[in-house]
């Protein structure tokens, strides 16, 4: 079973959290919504998560799938490809963010998704 589920451009993806303060921080204020921005082949939105600090663990180099939120910026990343600051076929983000969970399924579903498009990720 899923830990969570992310809806947006009337697709659903199962995700899968990790064991991490951040995930927690997170699931605790689900349902969260917002609207959807792009940056290459990830997607961001906006929350208000003040209690989100930058963890150890933080990275700047991604996995497709994986699900982190971005201290800075205060966002959800989802990433699904390549970034403006990736090399070769590895996603980079412009800071370490911290790596939260992985978004199961078929990811290039997503390079449909429109900026201003809504997305929600919601608890089983």
């Known amino acids: 079973m899923a830990d969570c589920y992310i809806e947006v451009g009337g697709k659903e993806f199962e995700v899968e959290l990790h064991n991490t303060v951040t995930a927690r921080i997170i699931y605790d204020h689900l349902p969260l919504n917002g609207s959807v921005q792009r940056w290459g082949d990830e997607i961001f939105f ?38 403006p600051l990736s090399t070769n076929n590895e996603a980079i983000s412009a800071k370490p963010i911290n790596v939260f969970g992985r978004v199961l399924g078929d990811l290039t ?10 997305i929600n990720i919601s608890k089983p």
Do not use: H, N, Y
């Not at 150890?56 to 990343?77: H, N, P, R, T, Y």
């Not at 579903?109 to 498009?117: A, N, S, V």
């Open 109 to 118: 579903l997503l390079r449909d998704i429109q900026e201003g498009e809504l």
């Open 46 to 83: 906006d929350v208000a998560l003040p209690a989100v600090t930058v963890e150890k663990s933080a990275q700047k180099k991604l996995a497709m799938g994986d699900l982190a939120f971005w201290v800075e910026g205060s966002s959800i990343c989802l990433v699904f490809g390549k970034t």
